[in-house]
């Protein structure tokens, strides 16, 4: 079955005053889906490939074939990525983490307020267009690192509990070049229950 957009779990305008409508419209419908239609296309291609997941892809770029593998890269990425992106976040959310989540930033990091500096500054200083990340380890320790364009922890054999988008089209309606106020913003609308949830199956 060729990849899909998966449908927003809340309304375009639900993480507003944080995230305006008219992104979320056009982060959705029309970024998202680019990516997908971009990846189904490679992978026609090379019939051999289909049923492989996305995430499977990425975890070993090197067997996929080489006229395809920046695509693959790129757009596979932006589609786990987003995935990711629109089931971590939601209406009358954000707040202190809870949970598992909680102690493991604790245990990390000292606490919240140290992890989300961290965490802020990362995204802040991510050159150009990416994502920030808390990622796990094989051995299970929590770091925070960026990555450039759509590039996902995956392919580091990194495990990823959740990241925020800095490419502009995610912010620079609303914001403009202000992407510090965005990724200050951010925190109101972070789902930790799902977050929780990743952890718990061993972040899928």
Do not use: C
């Amino acid at each position: 079955m060729a990849f899909q957009v998966p449908a927003l779990p809340y309304g375009y305008d639900a993480l507003e005053p944080y995230i305006d409508r008219e992104t979320m419209l056009l982060h959705h419908d029309k970024h998202h889906a680019a990516y997908v239609s971009n990846l189904n296309a490679a992978i026609d291609k090379h019939p051999e490939l289909a049923g492989t997941g996305a995430e499977e892809l990425l975890r070993d770029l090197n067997k996929v074939p080489e006229d395809i593998r920046a695509v693959v890269k790129n757009n596979s990425g932006g589609h786990v990525n987003h995935s990711m992106f629109w089931q971590i976040m939601g209406p009358n959310r954000g707040g202190s983490p809870t949970g598992a989540i909680a102690d493991a930033i604790n245990k990390t990091f000292g606490d919240f307020a140290a992890f989300k500096k961290q965490f802020n500054e990362a995204g802040t200083k991510q050159f150009g267009s990416g994502w920030v990340w808390l990622a796990r380890s094989a051995d299970g320790r929590l770091q925070v690192l960026s990555s450039p364009n759509q590039d996902n922890p995956i392919s580091q054999g990194l495990q990823p509990v959740f990241g925020n988008d800095v490419w502009e089209h995610a912010y620079y309606l609303k914001y403009q070049n202000r992407r510090a106020d965005y990724l200050e913003a951010w925190w109101n609308v972070i789902n930790w229950e799902h977050v929780n949830e990743r952890l718990s199956l061993g972040i899928k």
